[in-house]
């Protein structure tokens, strides 16, 4: 286990040295800046955004709404019968 952990921390250095030196795409490198400042402040990390039924609808993607779904009064009899 510690070659592993060693590898992720030898990884961290290199990341953080590369991001210093402005190596990259600077949208990653602020994105990467971003996330360490908010793990530094202890943060909590953000939560996405969830899609409105318009949204998915728009998208191709049926969603039903769950008032329009039937009650199953007998689960038993709904499945085929009982077991027992």
Do not use: C, Y
Request: aromatic letters at 2%.
């Amino acid at each position: 286990m510690m070659p592993r952990i060693e590898a992720t921390e030898a990884l961290a250095a290199i990341n953080s040295a590369a991001l210093a030196a402005g190596a990259g795409e600077a949208t990653e490198r602020e994105r990467i800046f971003a996330e360490l400042q908010r793990k530094a402040a202890g943060a909590p990390k953000p939560v996405p955004a969830k899609a409105e039924p318009a949204d998915l609808a728009a998208m191709g993607i049926g969603v039903a709404n769950v008032e329009d779904v039937p009650v199953i009064g007998d689960l038993d009899a709904w499945l085929g019968g009982s077991d027992g």
